[in-house]
Nanobody
């Protein structure tokens, strides 16, 4: 069982940056693939980025590639999403998610545990 708590969301102007954090508790965190997803009003939850249990592999949605960076600190049981050059279309609730060690996992249905989400709003 893994519990996830996101933080770091907020309101930012277009072109700005935010760093989201996900604190994980529970057993075997270091064996989990971790992902970030987002959901805008009226839209389905979509994949943003994922990182393997070792941190050695990452994958991104095309819409954020080159602007967002996912990382993890296994010693602290933390996962991060650094978001740069933010655009209004990045506005959404962002969710942290965990799954078993199987890689990669780009569908929400691949993930077993979810945080409560954090709101990111990018103004134009």
């Amino acid at each position: 069982q893994v519990q996830l708590v996101e933080s770091g969301g907020g309101l930012v102007q277009a072109g700005g940056s935010l760093r989201l954090s996900c604190a994980a508790s529970g057993r075997s965190f270091n064996t989990y693939t971790m992902g970030w997803f987002r959901q805008a009003p009226g839209k389905e939850r979509e994949f943003v980025a994922a990182i393997s249990w070792s941190g050695g592999s990452t994958t991104y949605a095309d819409s954020v590639k080159g602007r967002f960076t996912i990382s993890r600190d296994s010693a602290k049981n933390m996962v991060y999403l650094q978001m740069n050059s933010l655009k209004p279309e990045d506005t959404a609730v962002y969710y942290c998610a965990a799954r078993g060690s199987i890689w990669p996992g780009r569908s929400p249905y691949d993930y077993d545990y979810w945080g409560q989400g954090t709101q990111v709003t990018v103004s134009s």
